[in-house]
């Protein structure tokens, strides 16, 4: 299975056509959040379509910078992966939206007491290999530390991967937390902002990662 995700495309759109070939040949897209940059149902909506008219195979969370409506949509195109599973080529998929307070009030904001909540509230099913979308990153990895030096990520959503293992835990949100890092067996991959050309290209094989990197558009 080949996987491109996109995160924090801040409804910028442009790395749609020099990626069309890629997308075209995934066999899904995922869309890690901030999709919209304070957009609602009608930008999401545009983005969308124009993602289905080269690939309608996608999953999707929405992240803080996405108004409520933007959930709404996603939900009702059956892509939302907020807070449940889809089983897809095999493998179970679970998301994780929104982020955590940031510095300035944004519309889509959880505490970690809500995230406890939803976690706990969760029936990991273990009949398939599990893949986790987030925008909010785990706290204490290279995808969670700001420029500043801090770390902002989320215990609850890292000690979610330290339970369950995930082999792949696509993320965004803090734009300069690029890379590749790992808790234990997963890989978490925050390829940067697609508005500006970053994305994540993945290959799997049954139980196995064959492929996880990151990649420009150009």
């Known amino acids: 299975m080949k996987i491109i995700a996109l995160t924090d495309l801040h409804g910028k759109t442009g790395i749609l056509k020099p990626l069309s070939a890629q997308l075209k040949t995934a066999d899904l897209v995922v869309l890690c959040g901030d999709i919209t940059h304070f957009g609602r149902k009608k930008e999401i909506a545009n983005i969308i379509a124009q993602l289905g008219d080269l690939n309608p195979a996608l999953l999707a969370v929405s992240g803080n910078c996405d108004y409520p409506e933007v959930e709404e949509y996603l ?121 500006s050309g970053g994305y994540a290209h993945a290959e799997m094989h049954g139980q196995s990662m064959a492929l996880l990197e990151i990649l420009a558009a150009h």
Do not use: W
């Not at 955590?100 to 904001?109: I, M, R, V, W, Y």
């Not at 273990?126 to 500043?148: A, C, F, R, W, Y």
């Not at 978490?188 to 902002?193: A, S, T």
């Open 75 to 195: 939900v009702h195109e059956g892509v939302s992966l907020n807070a449940t599973f889809r089983e897809f080529m095999g493998y179970n998929f679970i998301g994780f939206s929104g982020s955590l307070p940031c510095p300035g009030k944004t519309p889509n904001e959880y505490s970690e007491e809500e995230y406890g909540i939803i976690t706990e509230n969760l029936h990991v099913p273990l009949d398939k290999p599990l893949i986790m979308v987030s925008h909010q990153p785990p706290s204490g990895t290279l995808n969670d530390e700001v420029s500043s030096g801090y770390h902002v990520g989320s215990h609850v959503i890292r000690s979610f991967i330290e339970k369950h293992q995930p082999l792949i835990c696509f993320t965004g949100h803090i734009h300069e937390g690029i890379g590749i890092d790992h808790i234990g067996n997963t890989a978490v991959i925050n390829p940067g902002p697609s508005g």
